[in-house]
C-alpha cells in the first residue's frame, strides 16, 4: 500500500474540510495528511482525492466556463500531462510555475445533492 492512500474516514474528513474550495486546497490539504510525502507521492495523493470526488459527483472540472465533457480518466490524464515537474513546482502558488506559466488546464466546480453547481 503507499503511504498517500487515505482511509475512507480520512477521505470524507479530508473532502469535509476541502468542501466548495477550489482545486489548489486539495494541493495545500494534503500537507495536513502527510506531511512526509516527497512531490510524486503527493501528486498522486492529489489525484486520487480528485479522483474521487469526480467519480461520485461531488465536483466536475472546468475549463474556460466550460465543463469537461470527458471520462474522468481523460481528465486526469490530461492535468497530469500539465502538471509542471518538481524542479518547476512554486510551493507557494498553486496555479502558476516558478517560471511563472500558468499550467493548470481546470478549475473545480462542486455539485450539492441537490444539482446545484458551485463554481470556483
Known sequence: MNSFILSDSELAEFVAQIELCGINA????TYEYRLELKFDDRKAMFLAVLRSLLEQGNA???TAGQLLT???DEQLMELERAWPPEG???DDIFWITKSRVGWTPSG???TAANGTEFWT
Open 60 to 62: 466536475k472540472l472546468q
Open 88 to 90: 518547476d513546482w512554486d
Open 26 to 29: 486539495i494541493w495545500y490539504k
Open 70 to 72: 470527458t471520462s474522468v
Open 108 to 110: 473545480l466546480v462542486w
